[in-house]
C-alpha cells in the first residue's frame, strides 16, 4: 500500500488524495518528530512561568484575559474540545473528514504547533485504522478555522464522541480505539487548541474539487466538440493562430483539446450545404473555448492558492524557531474561502453553457436537419425534452450555488472574532456543485452522441466514434423509441464520473489537457 510520509514542511495535493480517497498510510518522518520534540520543550517551559501565555496558560477566544491554574489546564484543553464539537446536521463524507484529519496532522507535524509527538502518532493512528471521526454539515465560520469539524476529530482523539469504523458502522469512538489498539489522548496545555485551530477542511475539500474539475473541464471539452460536430458545426474557430492571439493558457488548452476530438470528421464544415447557411456557430459552440478556458484558469490560480495553503502551518498561537509563542491571524479562511467561490462561479457558467448547447441539439429550428428532441418518431416520440429539463434544474441549482459564500460575514465569540470568512460553506456548495456539473456534462454527452448518430451519411470523427463506442458499451443507449430514461442519464453520469470518457477519447488522440 502506498505510504504518505509527513514532515515539516507541508504536504502536496497527490497526498491529501491518497489519504483522503486511497486510503493510504501515513508516517511521521524523523525530521517531524524532532521538530515536534523541540517545540513541546518551548511550550512545557512557558507553561512553568509566571506569566499568561495565549493558548498556554489562559482561556481562549473572548474569554483569553483569564489566567489559567496549572490544576485546571489539562480540564481547559479537554473541554475546549467537548465544548467546541458542536456541530450539527447530516454527517460529512469519509472522504473530506480523512482530508481534514490528514491535513490537521500536517501542520502540527511542523513544529510550530506545540504537540507533543504521542499526540501526533496517536492521529497518525488513527488515520491508518481507519477510523472517521463524525463530523457534521453546520458549525464552521471559516475563521479560527473550521473549529467545529476539527473538535470532532479532536473529539475522536480523546476517545469520545462518535466514529465510523474501517467496516462502515458507526459507534463510540473509544470503542473503535481499544478494537484497534489505540491509547485515548490525554491533551495537555495548547494541545486541544492547536488540534482545532486550521482551515483543514476548507483546503481539503479545495484539493478534491480541484481534481475533479481537472477531469471535468476536459470531459466538458470533449461533449462541446461531439456536439459541435452534431450541429455541422465550423471548426476553423478552434485554430491554434486565433487563440494565439488572446493568449489564456486555458483558452488555448481548450481549444487545442477540441480540435484534437473533431480531427479527421466528415460532419464539420457544412456550412455552405444547407439551404440556409450560416455565417458562424452561435456563442454556445463558437466560445466553448473561452468559456471553458477562463473555468480553467480560474482553477490554476486556486492550485496556486491550494500549494500555498498546503506549504502551511495554520494555527494560533505559533510556536516560533526563536521560541515565541505568538499569536496570529492566519487561520483566517478567506484565501481559501475567495478561490473556492471562484470555482463554482465558473463551474455554473460551463454548466450554463453546456446545457444552452443541448437544447440547440433539441431544437428543430436551430439544429440544422435534426429531429425534433431527437425523437425517434416525434409527436408520439418525446425523445430528450425532459432530459433537457432535467439538466436546465440543474443549471439554475448551479447559479444559486454560484452565490459567493465568502461575501457574508456573521460577527461570533461576543465581537472578538468580529469577521469571519465562511470558507466551509463556500467549500461545501462547491462539492454540489461540481457533483451537478458532472450531470449537466453527461446529460450533453448523451444528446451529442444521439444526434451524432442521428446524421445518417456523415462519418464522425475517429475519436468521436471512439467516445460513442465506450459510452454504449458502458450502458448508454442510442436513439431509437421512447423508453425509461433515468437509467441511462445515469449510466452517462457514471461514464462521465468514472474518467472513461477521456480514457475513450484519449486512445485515439493521445494525451488531453
Known amino acids: 500500500m502506498h505510504t504518505v510520509v509527513v514532515g515539516t514542511s507541508g504536504t502536496t495535493a497527490e497526498d491529501v488524495i491518497a489519504v483522503a480517497r486511497g486510503n493510504a498510510r501515513v508516517e511521521l518522518s524523523g525530521e517531524a518528530l524532532d521538530a515536534l520534540a523541540r517545540a513541546r520543550e518551548i511550550v512545557d517551559a512557558l507553561a512553568a512561568k509566571p506569566e499568561p501565555v495565549y493558548g498556554v496558560s489562559t482561556g481562549f477566544g473572548a474569554l483569553a484575559s483569564r489566567h489559567i491554574s496549572p490544576e485546571l489546564r489539562a480540564q481547559l484543553q479537554r473541554n475546549i474540545v467537548r465544548s467546541h464539537a458542536a456541530g450539527m446536521g447530516p454527517r460529512?463524507?469519509?472522504?473530506?473528514?480523512?482530508?481534514?484529519m490528514f491535513l490537521r496532522l500536517k501542520t502540527v507535524a511542523?513544529?510550530?504547533?506545540?504537540?507533543?509527538?504521542?499526540?501526533?502518532?496517536?492521529?497518525?493512528?488513527?488515520l491508518n485504522a481507519g477510523i472517521t471521526p463524525v463530523v457534521h454539515e453546520y458549525g464552521s465560520l471559516?475563521?479560527?478555522?473550521?473549529?467545529?469539524?476539527?473538535?470532532?476529530?479532536?473529539?475522536?482523539?480523546?476517545?469520545?464522541?462518535?466514529?465510523?469504523?474501517?467496516?462502515?458502522?458507526?459507534?463510540?469512538?473509544?470503542?473503535l480505539l481499544a478494537e484497534a489498539g489505540i491509547e485515548p489522548v490525554e491533551l495537555r496545555e495548547k494541545e486541544g487548541l492547536a488540534l482545532l485551530n486550521g482551515t483543514d477542511g476548507m483546503l481539503g475539500m479545495l484539493v478534491m474539487a480541484l481534481a475533479d474539475l481537472a477531469k471535468l473541464y476536459t470531459s466538458a471539452d470533449i461533449t462541446a466538440a461531439l456536439t459541435l460536430e452534431a450541429l455541422l458545426g465550423s471548426e476553423k474557430v478552434l485554430a491554434p493562430e486565433l487563440h494565439a492571439i488572446r493568449p489564456h493558457p486555458g483558452q488555448g488548452a481548450s481549444a487545442a483539446n477540441m480540435a484534437a476530438v473533431l480531427k479527421g470528421s466528415g460532419l464539420t464544415g457544412h456550412f455552405q450545404e444547407e439551404s440556409a447557411p450560416r455565417v458562424q456557430d452561435a456563442y454556445s459552440v463558437r466560445c466553448a473555448p473561452q468559456v471553458a478556458g477562463a473555468g480553467r484558469d480560474t482553477m490554476a490560480h486556486a492550485a496556486l492558492v491550494a500549494s500555498r495553503e498546503l506549504a502551511a502551518a495554520v494555527d494560533n498561537p505559533v510556536v516560533l524557531p526563536d521560541g515565541r509563542v505568538e499569536s496570529n491571524g492566519n487561520f483566517h479562511g478567506a484565501p481559501?474561502?475567495?478561490?473556492?467561490?471562484?470555482?463554482?462561479?465558473?463551474?455554473?457558467?460551463?454548466?450554463?453553457?453546456?446545457?444552452?448547447?443541448?437544447?440547440?441539439l433539441l431544437d428543430k429550428n436551430r439544429s440544422h436537419g435534426l429531429p425534433p428532441f431527437l425523437a425517434d418518431d416525434a409527436g408520439v416520440d418525446s425523445g430528450l425534452m425532459i432530459a433537457q429539463y432535467t439538466q436546465a434544474a440543474l443549471v439554475s441549482e448551479m447559479k444559486r450555488l454560484a452565490v459567493p459564500a465568502s461575501a457574508d460575514s456573521i460577527p461570533s465569540s461576543a465581537m472578538q472574532e468580529d469577521h469571519v470568512s465562511m470558507g466551509w460553506s463556500a467549500a461545501r456548495k462547491l462539492r454540489t456543485a461540481v457533483d451537478n456539473l458532472t450531470r449537466i456534462v453527461a446529460i450533453e454527452?448523451?444528446?451529442?452522441?444521439?444526434?451524432?448518430?442521428?446524421?445518417?451519411?456523415?462519418?464522425?470523427?475517429?475519436?468521436s466514434r471512439a467516445a460513442i463506442v465506450a459510452a454504449r458499451a458502458a450502458g448508454v443507449q442510442g436513439p431509437?423509441?421512447?423508453?425509461?430514461?433515468?437509467?441511462?442519464?445515469?449510466?452517462?453520469?457514471a461514464f462521465v464520473r468514472s474518467g472513461e470518457l477521456v480514457e475513450a477519447v484519449e486512445t485515439v488522440t493521445g494525451p488531453l489537457a
Not at 460529512?92 to 481534514?100: H, I
Not at 481559501?336 to 440547440?360: N, P
Not at 451524432?452 to 475519436?463: K, V
Open 92 to 100: 460529512v463524507e469519509r472522504e473530506v473528514v480523512r482530508a481534514l
Open 110 to 126: 511542523s513544529g510550530h504547533t506545540g504537540v507533543r509527538p504521542s499526540v501526533a502518532q496517536t492521529m497518525v493512528d488513527v
Open 142 to 175: 471559516g475563521c479560527s478555522g473550521d473549529l467545529a469539524p476539527l473538535s470532532h476529530c479532536a473529539l475522536a482523539l480523546m476517545g469520545e464522541g462518535d466514529a465510523e469504523g474501517p467496516d462502515g458502522s458507526v459507534r463510540p469512538a473509544g470503542e
Open 336 to 360: 481559501v474561502a475567495y478561490v473556492l467561490d471562484f470555482l463554482a462561479i465558473a463551474a455554473a457558467d460551463l454548466g450554463s453553457i453546456a446545457e444552452r448547447r443541448t437544447d440547440r
Open 445 to 463: 454527452l448523451y444528446a451529442a452522441t444521439r444526434a451524432i448518430e442521428l446524421r445518417h451519411g456523415l462519418t464522425a470523427a475517429p475519436a
Open 480 to 493: 431509437g423509441p421512447d423508453r425509461f430514461l433515468a437509467p441511462d442519464l445515469a449510466a452517462a453520469d
